[in-house]
């Protein structure tokens, strides 16, 4: 059983009854792409908590005056920064190993340099002819 099979526990008429929403504008929801159930082999529609979460927060925005394609948008929109986001962390990361990676080999540089560099005294060194 799946993750997202075993959060997906509710039928759509408990969802609707969670949700304050008639299950036809769950349906409108789903057919516009702002929300997509788990769905059985059989094709029965399940819903998770967050499923019904977010229906909720799409309800709130249509009830603000905001369209459905407008709240498309704010979703993929907030999905893109999700995931610029989490690019961030891991460049972060990246970055942060290679200046330890950098430092390290700085170290074993200078390390080095002791066994090769041959200091000179300041003494003038004198010919004679």
């Known amino acids: ?13 408990v969802a609707s009854t ?6 036809q504008t769950i349906r409108t929801y789903e057919e516009k792409g702002l929300i997509k159930p788990f769905r059985t082999g059989g094709g029965t529609r399940r819903y998770s908590q967050e499923d019904i979460d977010k229906l909720i927060q799409i309800q ?12 498309k948008i704010i979703y993929e929109m907030r999905d893109k920064i999700e995931e610029l986001q989490e690019k961030i962390i891991s460049l972060e990361n990246e970055i942060s190993s290679e200046k330890i990676d950098s430092k390290n080999k700085a170290k074993e540089i200078h ?9 000179k005294n300041n003494q003038t ?5």
Request: no cysteine.
């Open 60 to 71: 709130n925005l249509s009830q603000r005056g905001i369209n459905l394609d407008g709240i």
């Open 1 to 13: 059983m799946s993750s997202e099979e075993s959060n997906a526990i509710y039928f759509i008429s």
């Open 18 to 23: 969670l949700s304050g929403i008639h299950q």
């Open 111 to 119: 390390k080095s340099y002791k066994n090769e560099i041959v200091k």
């Open 125 to 129: 060194i004198r010919k004679t002819f």
